[in-house]
């Protein structure tokens, strides 16, 4: 054991020496949280602002609204025409959404259903677009099984529509009054980003601390400690303990001067604890396992970058995943920042504890397991 925790100590010592490890773990999550937080916060000065135009007026394009309107990153208002272009006209509105008549008989035949109208450069358009593309096609299977039971029923698919969805109406309004009479609050602004680039910014200190391990081999570090009467289980577990320990320490710091500074509560201690503990398993093993599969610092850095880089983009750590494709949602299941932040928001939105976040801890543990396995199995120690 006093092996093991020499090996450890040195490599936290050699750690915390670098200034460059200090700004890694502490300043860049910090002003990264601040900046992203402040541009994609609630109350953002610079929020855009779109115009809803409903040509359509049936249960069908009130729905569509509806769920447009529950949006967290862009304000939907309903408009008339006239009202929309005067206010696209004098820059109040950056868009116009306009939901057409037919529309449902128009998405059967998979013809353009609505229309958006931008304002002059405005570099969301893609974004709502999808939105509204997305709000439709979660609706579509009412709308084909309200013109099917419409036509055998002889009535208008209309009436058809309003029975198969009023019962979710009211299941969807009895949990939101649940949810507003609660204590939790919608994940957004600082709080997510201080979840989002917590996970990123330990990711990438976990890879330049494995990124010793590479350095030891090439060294022939390893190659003299052996000589000694220490074993391979040892020494790897010394600088496991040594990553663990300083990722934890990263992440202990970001929470403290996020909940000091920008005043975020991270929710129950003990769950918390777990999750935190879940992901920092994960995390090292991932940094392990790319160190094995690769043969110089370069490499590791190159590749662990972009891995950390684009998981991170897929997992929702810069964004909500809901506002993406939804075949890249399906994908994302596959990546641990999906389900690190699908704990802290049960965490820090929900006011959630253990019970809440069991099947992320449950699959960040098998993360954990997958990434160990590959670590500690194709590890050179030559």
């Not at 025409?81 to 116009?96: D, F, M, P, R, T």
Request: charged share 15%; net charge negative; with cysteine.
């Amino acid at each position: 054991m006093k092996k093991i925790l020499s090996i450890c100590l040195f490599e936290i010592k050699r750690t915390f020496k670098k200034k460059s490890s200090i700004v890694l773990m502490l300043g860049m999550p910090l002003l990264f949280t601040f900046l992203f937080g402040s541009i994609f916060g609630k109350n953002a000065d610079i929020a855009f602002r779109i115009a809803l135009v409903d040509e359509e007026q049936t249960a069908y394009s009130k729905d569509i609204i509806q769920k447009l309107m529950h949006d967290e990153m862009i304000s939907y208002e309903l408009f008339n025409a006239l009202e929309a272009e005067k206010l696209l006209a004098s820059n109040e509105v950056q868009g116009i959404v306009t939901l057409e008549k037919g529309i449902a008989n128009k998405l059967r035949n998979e013809e353009p259903a609505a229309t958006f109208q931008p304002s002059l450069g405005i570099a969301t358009a893609p974004l709502i677009k999808q939105q509204v593309n997305q709000a439709m096609q979660s609706l579509d299977i009412y709308v084909a099984a309200a013109q099917v039971g419409g036509f055998y029923f002889n009535e208008s698919w209309e009436s058809v529509y309003e029975r198969l969805t009023g019962n979710e109406r009211q299941i969807q309004a009895w949990t939101e009054q649940r949810i507003n009479a609660s204590d939790g609050h919608p994940l957004m602004g600082i709080s997510y980003s201080s979840a989002g680039f917590s996970i990123m910014f330990v990711m990438i200190m976990m890879l330049s601390m494995t990124g010793t391990l590479i350095e030891a081999r090439q060294a022939g570090i390893w190659s003299r400690l052996f000589t000694t009467p220490v074993t391979r289980f040892q020494v790897l577990l010394g600088y496991f303990l040594s990553f663990f320990i300083v990722g934890g320490i990263q992440f202990f710091l970001l929470i403290l001067l996020s909940s000091t500074l920008f005043d975020v509560n991270w929710g129950s201690p003990v769950a918390l604890l777990l999750l935190v503990t879940a992901l920092l398993l994960c995390v090292v093993g991932l940094g392990m396992s790319i160190a094995s599969l690769v043969k110089t610092v370069e490499q590791q850095n190159a590749i662990g970058t972009l891995v950390i880089i684009s998981t991170c983009m897929l997992g929702g750590v810069y964004w909500p995943i809901s506002i993406v494709p939804d075949v890249m949602q399906k994908i994302a299941n596959f990546v641990p920042q999906t389900w690190a932040m699908e704990g802290f928001t049960s965490l820090i939105a929900d006011s959630g504890t253990v019970g809440d976040i069991l099947v992320p801890l449950i699959v960040l543990l098998g993360f954990a397991v997958i990434f160990l396995s590959i670590g500690l199995s194709r590890m050179n120690y030559t």
